[in-house]
């Protein structure tokens, strides 16, 4: 019997809808199924709205600058509600321009809860769908740890959603989402704790980039509780009451407990085991280099695979599944020089090998070098705020395995870098390369 759809796509955020969107040039019949908002986390309750809420956190920081640039008067009143309201209002417009991309790509749209009935079946809202081949691009959701009183906490899902700021906020985990919010919070004024099992925050960057934005942030009055963690929760006279073990044990209050990671693939309830699909220890789908599961006509894309777990990611790896699987060139995805960034402030931004991994693998044949420096912008301002730069070179061929900055657009600058640190530029190359001046970025081209 023909099948109904030659792909059909489980979940409509970054992977799936870039998955359907390139299956669908070749001329296949593509469905793709959602069970909440079209365009997923990035959309919905990650990157996008957490960008709008850097930049309105970016008022309040310039507004604060403004007077050493001359501007007085200038005292201005926030409304998160109103701010958070057109938020939403943008976000909708966006899903209107989603789903009339996707239906003229002719890929067909079902509105529910996916779970498969055997590997070329899935059933949704009481119906049968069959296809050829499948990808499942669900995504990841937060897991609150299993503390006494954790229902009183707060996920990213219901930040986005606040009628109003806390004034007292007490997060979770020090990874970059976390430390985000940390940042963006304390912008608005909110007085911002982070409890972290670990000394340093953001575990995974370099060293010195942890350890710069620890101290930026701690300067710019975020609280900071290292090798420790959150043991219970109580709701007391309309506060909540963090018990906190660990190096800093104490009772610590707060109006609102903010949790991100860690992140789970959102693996339950697929009905996988009538597929085939094999899960690995963390419930993430186990894949090949090409993102097939244990199941050959099923594929994984995105935060449901574990690998990494961001945007471009996953529209990177169902661009490579749709190349391979329809387009017949086999593609795979580079993980080596994937760039990424905290968009705290100060920001941070990192690509390719931090000092550590870089020591690991190539030993003493690493070279290091560094700057800390006052950029000009705060020259007139925050006399303390300090930029940092870095790179991490290998000795013998002279080849940048890695670039890391703290500082004002470091997202951006690092991310013109990685197109040539993937190409393996030379340390000599960088410094060879005629600056644009003045800026922060010619920092990179006079390392010494
Ligand atoms: C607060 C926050 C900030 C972030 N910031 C950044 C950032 O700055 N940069 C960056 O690159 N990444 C960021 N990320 C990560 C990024 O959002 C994810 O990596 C990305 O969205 C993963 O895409 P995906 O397609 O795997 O999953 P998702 O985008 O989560 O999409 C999965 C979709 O599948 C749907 N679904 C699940 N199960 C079913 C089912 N059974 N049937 C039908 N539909 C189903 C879900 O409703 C969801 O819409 C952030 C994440 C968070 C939480």
């Given at each position: 019997m023909p099948f109904d759809y030659d792909l059909f796509v489980i979940g409509a955020g970054s992977g799936g809808a870039a998955g359907a969107r390139t299956a669908a040039q070749y001329g296949i019949r593509v469905g793709v199924a959602e069970q909440?908002?079209?365009?997923?986390?990035?959309?919905?309750?990650?990157c996008i709205p957490k960008k709008f809420i850097v930049y309105a956190a970016d008022f309040a920081l310039k507004n604060r600058m403004a007077h050493d640039y001359g501007w007085s008067g200038s005292k201005k009143h926030f409304s998160w509600l109103r701010f958070i309201n057109s938020v939403h209002q943008q976000i909708k417009s966006i899903h209107e321009s989603y789903q009339e991309s996707l239906q003229k790509a002719g890929i067909e749209i079902f509105r529910g809860h996916a779970k498969f009935v055997d590997e070329h079946t899935i059933e949704l809202n009481g119906r049968n769908i069959t296809a050829e081949r499948f990808l499942i691009a669900v995504g990841a959701q937060p897991i609150k740890p299993d503390i006494p009183g954790i229902e009183y906490a707060i996920t990213y899902r219901q930040i986005f959603k606040l009628p109003h700021l806390p004034k007292r906020l007490a997060i979770i985990g020090g990874g970059y989402i976390e430390v985000e919010f940390a940042s963006m919070m304390n912008a608005f004024g909110c007085e911002v704790t982070v409890i972290d099992t670990s000394e340093t925050i953001l575990s995974g960057f370099d060293h010195d980039i942890r350890r710069h934005v620890q101290d930026g942030l701690s300067n710019r009055g975020i609280r900071f509780i290292g090798n420790s963690s959150a043991k219970a929760i109580k709701f007391c006279e309309d506060n909540l009451l963090l018990t906190i073990a660990g190096d800093s044990q104490k009772i610590m209050t707060a109006d609102s407990v903010l949790i991100a990671t860690p992140r789970v693939p959102e693996t339950k309830n697929l009905g996988l085991e009538n597929a085939g699909v094999k899960l690995g220890e963390k419930q993430e789908i186990l894949v090949d280099e090409y993102s097939c599961t244990t199941q050959e006509n099923i594929y994984a894309v995105g935060d449901c695979t574990n690998r990494l777990q961001l945007t471009p990611v996953a529209k990177a790896q169902a661009k490579a599944f749709v190349k391979t699987v329809f387009g017949k060139q086999p593609q795979t995805v580079n993980y080596e020089y994937v760039p990424s960034a905290v968009f705290t402030r100060p920001e941070a931004a990192s690509v390719g090998m931090s000092e550590e991994k870089a020591r690991e693998k190539f030993g003493d044949s690493i070279e290091c070098y560094q700057t800390k420096f006052q950029p000009l912008i705060s020259q007139l301002t925050i006399k303390d705020e300090q930029a940092l730069m870095k790179l991490v070179v290998e000795k013998d061929s002279a080849q940048v395995l890695g670039a890391h900055m703290v500082g004002e657009h470091a997202a951006d600058i690092i991310q013109s870098l990685a197109v040539a640190i993937r190409k393996g530029i030379t340390k000599q190359e960088i410094d060879d390369t005629i600056a644009i001046h003045p800026t922060t970025a010619e920092e990179f081209l006079r390392l010494h």
């Open positions: 909440e908002a079209l365009g997923g986390t990035c959309l919905n309750r990650g």
